[in-house]
């Protein structure tokens, strides 16, 4: 099963949400970014936008995603954009611990809003 262009851009759009998300939750409970992972300082290299993340990164998130979306596919199910589309939803403000690294990209996450999508199976 080949993806349409259009379930490609909700892969991605939904793999961004996703990793607000995530993101979003590390930022809450005091992590910061970091070049590398360090747990005893919550730092976290992959606090900054989806679109800086490396392709590997980001193939983790899409991947399952795209995979599901196959599955959906082969069952004869199928996605619906609806006239209201996706639209980004606003979060409370993320308490932040003051970044110590002046190179830390100004990143706030932000979730996606997908209750404008629709899944339906056509009768035959």
Do not use: C
Not at 1 to 25: G, I, M, N
Not at 97 to 120: H, L
């Amino acid at each position: 099963v080949v993806l349409s262009a259009e379930l490609d851009e909700f892969v991605k759009a939904y793999a961004e949400s996703v990793h607000d998300q995530w993101a979003y939750a590390k930022i809450e409970q005091g992590w910061v970014y970091g070049e590398q992972i360090n747990d005893k300082y919550r730092q976290h290299s992959n606090l900054k936008s989806y679109k800086l993340l490396d392709r590997k990164d980001t193939t983790k998130l899409e991947d399952p995603i795209r995979e599901a979306l196959k599955s959906i596919e082969k069952l004869q199910f199928r996605l619906e954009k609806t006239d209201a589309g996706i639209m980004r939803i606003a979060t409370k403000p993320v308490q932040r611990k003051k970044q110590k690294d002046k190179s830390a990209p100004d990143y706030t996450p932000k979730a996606m809003d997908f209750t404008s999508v629709t899944i339906n199976r056509e009768m035959q």
